[in-house]
Nanobody, 120 residues
Framework: VQLQAFGGGLVQAGGFLRLSCAAS????????MGWFRQAPGKEREFVAA???????VFADSVKGRFTISRDNAKNTGYLQMNSLKPEDTAVYYC???????????????WGQGTQVTVSQ
């Protein structure tokens, strides 16, 4: 699976962004899609993952502010980020794997990152 993340940008605190992850190469619906992020000087961390609309998992830090969805017909996944905070500033990566998990090592395919910057 080839993944391409896009939709990042600069936004003020309290604002919103929607990230997209376009997949190609294999049947997207067969995979769990996850989002991770890496802030400067920090390790990459789990944000959210989705198997289906009814099966999702979120990091505590984004629960209630971020939603995750997917459109298998378009081979695209989404991360809707609301009520953004400066601490959400990071490079965001989408990933695909066989299991609904928070662990990086369980994801086999990764897209390039997209920068999200939240200003005060």
């Amino acid at each position: 699976v080839q993944l391409q993340a896009f939709g990042g940008g600069l936004v003020q605190a309290g604002g919103f962004l929607r990230l997209s992850c376009a997949a190609s190469g294999r049947t997207f619906s067969n995979y769990v899609m996850g989002w991770f992020r890496q802030a400067p000087g920090k390790e990459r961390e789990f944000v959210a993952a989705i198997r289906s609309a009814a099966i999702t998992v979120f990091a505590d830090s984004v629960k209630g502010r971020f939603t995750i969805s997917r459109d298998n017909a378009k081979n695209t996944g989404y991360l809707q980020m609301n009520s953004l905070k400066p601490e959400d500033t990071a490079v965001y990566y989408c990933a695909a794997g066989p299991k609904l998990t928070r662990r990086e090592r369980d994801y086999d395919y990764w897209g390039q990152g997209t920068q999200v910057t939240v200003s005060q």
